[in-house]
C-alpha cells in the first residue's frame, strides 16, 4: 500500500491557502473535505484544494485542464475555473478555483425541469480532442469485472447472487455514444438558486465519457419520480440498471478500471447502501 502523508492542521490548509491567495483575507474562510480532497473554503473569493494521498496529488494538473476544456464548452451555469497553477506543498498539491455562487437543495427537491437542463447540458458538451486525451473513457467494461472479481465475493450471501445477476444485466446493455459525464452529480455538487433555479455544477474529478444514464441515476438524490420526468424513457432505464446492482455512486468508483485499494471499505460501503435502499 502506498504511504499516506500525515493528516494536515487546520493551521497547514490555510497557510496553504495563504501562500496561494496572498493578500486575501481568510478571516471567513471554512475548512471541509471529500474523497479526494481538503478544501478551504473563502465565500466569494475561491476555493482552495488540497490533495489528500498521492494519487490526488499527481491528478490534479490533469483535472484542472479538465475544468479549463470544460469552463469553455458554453455550458448554461458556472463550472470553478482555475485561479493558480497547481503548487506543490512538500508531499501535497493544491490548487484554487474559482467560488461558484449558490446552494445545495435538500434530498428530493430539485424540479424535474432543471434537471433535465443539467444532464442536456452535460451530455450536448462537444468532446474536443483535447477532452477526449484528457478524460477515460470505461467502454471496454473492465469496470464489471473489477466488481465481479473483487466486489460480489466479499458482499454477505443473501445478496451475493442478487448482485452478481444485477452487475451482469448492467454489463450487457446495448452500448451507446460516449458523451461526458459529470460521473458526480447530486447533493452538495451542484448548486441552486433560493428560487430553485440551477446556478452551477462543482467537483468534476470524475468525469469520464461514457453512458450519460450514469449521470441520471445520480441525481436520482432528487427522487427517481423526478428523474423520470426528466429525462428519455430509454435513459431512465438504463438509469435504474446501472444504479441497481450496487448504487451507481459505487460504480462510479470503478469505472476508470483500476484496481480497488480498500476492497473492504468498499463493500461495507455497499452492503450499507443494500440494507438502506434495496
Known amino acids: 500500500m502506498i504511504p499516506q502523508p500525515p493528516e494536515p492542521t487546520a493551521e497547514d490548509l490555510l497557510e496553504i491557502a495563504d501562500a496561494l491567495l496572498p493578500g486575501h483575507s481568510l478571516d471567513d474562510a471554512r475548512i471541509t473535505a471529500g474523497n479526494l480532497h481538503h478544501v478551504v473554503l473563502l465565500p466569494g ?3 482552495v484544494r488540497v ?3 498521492p494519487s490526488s496529488a499527481q491528478e490534479m494538473p490533469r483535472r484542472m485542464e479538465v475544468l479549463r476544456e470544460i469552463s469553455r464548452a458554453g455550458l448554461p451555469f ?3 475555473e482555475p485561479l493558480t497553477p497547481v503548487t506543490w506543498f ?3 498539491t493544491a490548487v484554487a478555483v474559482s467560488w461558484v455562487e449558490g446552494e445545495e437543495l435538500p434530498e428530493g427537491q430539485g424540479d424535474p425541469g432543471q434537471i433535465g437542463k443539467l444532464l442536456r447540458a452535460v451530455r450536448e458538451v462537444a468532446v474536443t480532442p483535447r477532452l477526449r486525451e484528457l478524460l477515460y473513457a470505461p467502454g471496454d ?3 464489471a469485472e473489477i466488481l465481479a472479481e473483487q466486489v460480489v465475493p466479499g458482499l454477505p450471501d443473501r445478496w451475493r447472487d442478487t448482485c452478481r445477476r444485477r452487475l451482469e444485466v448492467a454489463r450487457d446493455l446495448e452500448p451507446v455514444p460516449d458523451v461526458l459525464v459529470h460521473g458526480d452529480l447530486g447533493g452538495s455538487n451542484v448548486h441552486w438558486s433560493r428560487g430553485g433555479q440551477l446556478v452551477g455544477v462543482l467537483d468534476w474529478d ?3 465519457l461514457f453512458d450519460p444514464a450514469i449521470d441520471a441515476a445520480l441525481m436520482a438524490w432528487h427522487g ?3 428523474v423520470e420526468m426528466a429525462v428519455e424513457p430509454e435513459t431512465y432505464r438504463r438509469a435504474r ?3 441497481a446492482p450496487f448504487g451507481v455512486g459505487h460504480l462510479v468508483g470503478v469505472l476508470d478500471g483500476r484496481p480497488l485499494t480498500n476492497v473492504e471499505g468498499y463493500v461495507r460501503s455497499i452492503v450499507g447502501w443494500l440494507e438502506r435502499d434495496c
Open 45 to 47: 473569493t475561491a476555493a
Open 51 to 53: 490533495s489528500k494521498r
Open 78 to 80: 458556472k463550472v470553478p
Open 90 to 92: 512538500g508531499e501535497r
Open 141 to 143: 467494461k473492465g469496470w
Open 206 to 208: 470524475q468525469a469520464h
Open 224 to 226: 427517481w419520480d423526478n
Open 241 to 243: 440498471i446501472y444504479d
